[in-house]
């Protein structure tokens, strides 16, 4: 059983910085890769970056490269997802996702949480 809880969230000034984290309760959690999504009304939830337990190694999408640091805390089972620079286009529904899979967990990981709200103002 795989539950993931993210929090964190809330709202922030453009230009501003704002941390979600994910607490995963997963048996053996080094088995899996994790990864945020995002997903702001009215368009598709999009792949925003992944991370692997055991090596730390990630993965960013182009629109947020250089902005946002995805990092694991494995002794709390933690990841996080620090976000500097933000802009109005930021703005979502952010979602912690997991996957045994790294190639299934950047499209479609099986296990998501319930979501963080990152409203960016302008």
């Known amino acids: 059983q795989v539950q993931l809880v993210e929090s964190g969230g809330g709202l922030v000034q453009a230009g501003g910085s704002l941390r979600v984290s994910c607490e995963a309760s997963i048996r053996t959690y080094t088995n899996y890769a994790m990864a945020w999504f995002r997903q702001a009304p009215g368009k598709e939830r999009t792949f925003v970056a992944g991370i692997r337990w055991v090596s730390g190694s990630s993965y960013y999408s182009d629109s947020v490269k250089g902005r946002f640091t995805v990092s694991r805390d494995n002794a709390k089972t933690t990841v996080y997802l620090q976000m500097n620079s933000l802009k109005p286009e930021d703005t979502a529904v952010y979602y912690c996702?997991?996957?045994?899979?790294?190639?299934?967990?950047?499209?479609?990981?099986?296990?998501w949480g319930q979501g963080t709200q990152v409203t960016v103002d302008s």
């Open positions: 996702a997991a996957d045994v899979s790294w190639q299934v967990l950047l499209y479609r990981p099986r296990y």
